[in-house]
């Protein structure tokens, strides 16, 4: 009973996680933002459908940070809060661009066979 | 270290300001759609979900919290062991108990077996010898000087022999008897060890013009005692009896060589062996050397061999006497490390290792059945902790670091109590162990306590977590009290553990109680002689003082005559070694006829002897006052020299009469033959032939003279007053003969036979030990299973009785499973103990290793203990209210 929704858990995580990387860093080509500030931007720009979870958000944006993709500083928000902006590094936008040709590659692959 | 757990707390506070900012700005975004802050808050809450764990995850990505978490865990198992002080208590002093043991056992054979030297690299170290096949003996120079010259094996080959006798050593400071050695000049280089102070003898290969005659390196024992630690030593003139020396070097503390000191002080000194003329022969009259050698690196014991042998063929070709050509027909090598220690008291040593092992084995058993106990009890907080998100090994961790936190204790607590037993237990190692046993840690005991105590850790709490961990979360949380159900096979695994305990306690107390029966059997082995009111002093005779006097006259009748007129004494004897003396045997051989060659014990006697120890003749006469310095000289041999010598081996009393030793020129009659006493070194020893010689006919220019007379010699006194109020008088007619008798070791004959089975009776008392503690562990093993098991079933029992089941009826049930697993650990138990016994069989006297009466009795003793034990909580189960039970939770 335990055994299949181990699995399930698992095949979330690894779904998620090449993706979501690479809509972190494709949000953040259109300026620095905080974490929930991301958050928001994926979820208006997929209309909804693509909800990220804090903890897959937080756990994912320092590990990019530790990959030096992105960098971190504490910044206020409009509405005057103190907050961690993330912005994307020049190694983060060569990453995004292999993140997306595979991606792109992939998506081709897929959509080949769903025709075929 | 520290700035980085600095950078770590603050990025800690960072994400969680981080995460905070992100909570903040999701509320004032449905407040400002018009939501209440209220409402804006939970749903919050419900929306973000597990904001601890998402932390966690975001942490563990910076690399940081493999070393946050053990910290954390350490902390939590203390406050755990806090809460609950009765368990922990119980934990650590099982646990420490078989540390105790283990490590106590280990420091003894560590310092014994493993390192017994503190040479470099030990391993290479060989001892070499010439031998026949069954006996081996010292080589003398002609053939070492080819062993030097010829073998390819060795990056060194040393020698020494002993100075022989007993030394004093006399100096502007003090005088004191030391111990000493003449070695070849490459020894300590051969040893691997440098003098602290001078650089020692000279390098040179042998020759007959040494530059190091006259040189003399000191043991670090005597240049504190002697010299006071003076650092301006080197130099000095010191007298050893009489003869100069130069100090060339003092060795480090510690050192000493031979590694194992059998006769006289522990103080060495080293003189530089000077061959001579007398070398060049193989005769009684020249030396024989000890050999030692260091094998070239990586060559083996079994190649050295070979090479040797090659050359000791060439050696014994030009032999011509058989009996020579015999002895040295080969060569024997043996790592010098295992020549030290007797085979038998390796065995005896590593049995009593193994049997510490098993009661350590039993403690640690011991703690899984508890730490299961007891997460069967904390089922609920480890599944509260696997539904706020701890993962299966993070728990596993969590229980491992607790089990660790418990060894931990236990062994600090066990190492302390272990080199106390160490200490107490130091008067009787030293009657039988060569080395002493310092009852300090070292690297290697340190080492193997850090690795019994990881061991202890794992071993008691791994299964405990493995069961913890597995165990599915949501049932424990829905039902929760401490009668949920835990599996049938959890039951079973603890019931096998409890048998399991039983099996090895009964090993042990099998063990036990055949050692306790090998001490009555030679409590009652008929010696032969009396014993009671018997006091002895033991004699290391100052042979210096009497270089060119008659001992026998100025020092012995003299004192004999002063001793016999002691208040109280009604008899006085001398004799070298009083039976089972353990003090100092000489042997002697002879070739009696071309096919018989003698081999036999030999000691100096005065006739009074036999009225001292009421030794019984078996034919002829003892000595009697006929026999005097000028008369006709006798020797009196016992049972077991007759039979094997007699002429008629039918009949041994035929040898009365016969011709035995050249004493002076007159040969020596055999005039009486002593009943067989066990006079050797042990009760269970058989008796060793022995020839005795009148003390009043032995006269300088006889040839045993100075072996019999110049080194030790027993006082034996028949006395009406207890040993304790002789003692002053007795020391003071020693001292009158001569200042260095003064401090002898004055005892009784019952101690002397007791500590003849020191090591039977050292071992029994270990095991007496090790028994009881096995039996308290197992029997407490058992009860703590059994009440566990009634609480868990109270309400079944509760059932059961509103179901008309009678308290009868569940007693039975209870003592039926106590029963159930006594009986399986006792069937499993005689097996072990069957196997094995045979350890134990160098050690048993007048007990068969597989003795079925030691067997019975102890499975007896385990089982009603068992039963006993388990008698409490029947009865608790059988006193259970229906009513209450039922209501219960």
Known sequence: ?116 | MNLSWLRFDRRKAELDAELDAHRRMVIADRIARGESPAEAEAAVSRELGNLPLAKDVARDTWGWVRLERPAQDFRYAVRQMRRSPGFTVTVIGTLALGITAAAAMFTVVDHVLLQPTSYREPARLVSLHESDGARQWDVPWPDLRQWIEQSHSFQQIAFSTGLGGRNYLESGHAAMEINGASVSANLFDTLGMKPQLGRGFVPESPTYASKNAGLIVLSDVVWKQAFGSDPHILGETVRINDTPYTVAGVMPPGFQYPAVTTVGPHAWVWVSYQLGPRDNGRDWNSDRLHVIARLLPGLTVARAHADMAAIQNRITAALTDPEERKQASQVSIQRYDSTLVQADLRKALLALLAASGILWLIAAVNVTNLLLARSTARQREIAMRGALGAGRGRIVQQMLVEGLVFSLSAAVLGAALAFTSVRLLGHEMSLRLPIPVPATPDSSILLALLGLTTLTAVLSSAWPAWIAARSPIEPALRQGGMQSGVGRGHHRIRGGLVSLEIALSLTLLVACGLLLRTLYSLRHVPLGYRTDHIVVAHLDIPSFRFVHRDMTQQLYLPLLERAQHLPGVQAAGLISMVPLGNTFVIHFEMQLNSNTRIVSYMKAATPDVQKVFGFKMAAGRFFNDQDTANSQPVVVVNEAFARLYSPDKNNPNEIIGAKLLNMRSTPAIIVGILDDAHQGTAVAQPSQPEADIDIRQLTPDVTFYNALEGIAMDLALRTSRPALEMTPNLRQILRGASPELASANITTMDEIVEDSWASQRLAAHLLEIFGASALFLCVAGLYGLLAYVVTQRTREMGVRIALGATRGNLLWLILRQAGFLLIVGVIAGSALAFASARLLRGFLYGVQAHDGWTLTVAALALFFSGILAAYLPARRAARVEPMQALRAE
């Not at chain 1, 206020?76 to 995004?96: C, D, K, P, S, V």
């Open chain 1, 1 to 116: 009973m335990a055994k299949p929704k181990e699995e399930e858990y698992r095949n979330r995580i690894e779904l998620l996680q090449g993706t979501l990387d690479m809509l972190i860093l494709q949000t953040l080509q259109w300026g620095s933002q905080h974490g929930y500030g991301i958050s928001q931007a994926l979820r208006t720009r997929s209309g909804d459908v693509l909800q990220v979870e804090t903890g897959s958000l937080y756990p994912a944006l320092h590990r990019m940070e530790r990959h030096k993709w992105i960098a971190a500083e504490w910044r206020m928000t409009e509405q005057n809060q103190r907050a961690r902006f993330y912005r994307i590094t020049a190694e983060g936008r060569r990453q995004l661009a292999r993140d997306r040709s595979r991606w792109s590659t992939m998506a081709a692959a897929i959509a080949s066979i769903l025709e075929a």
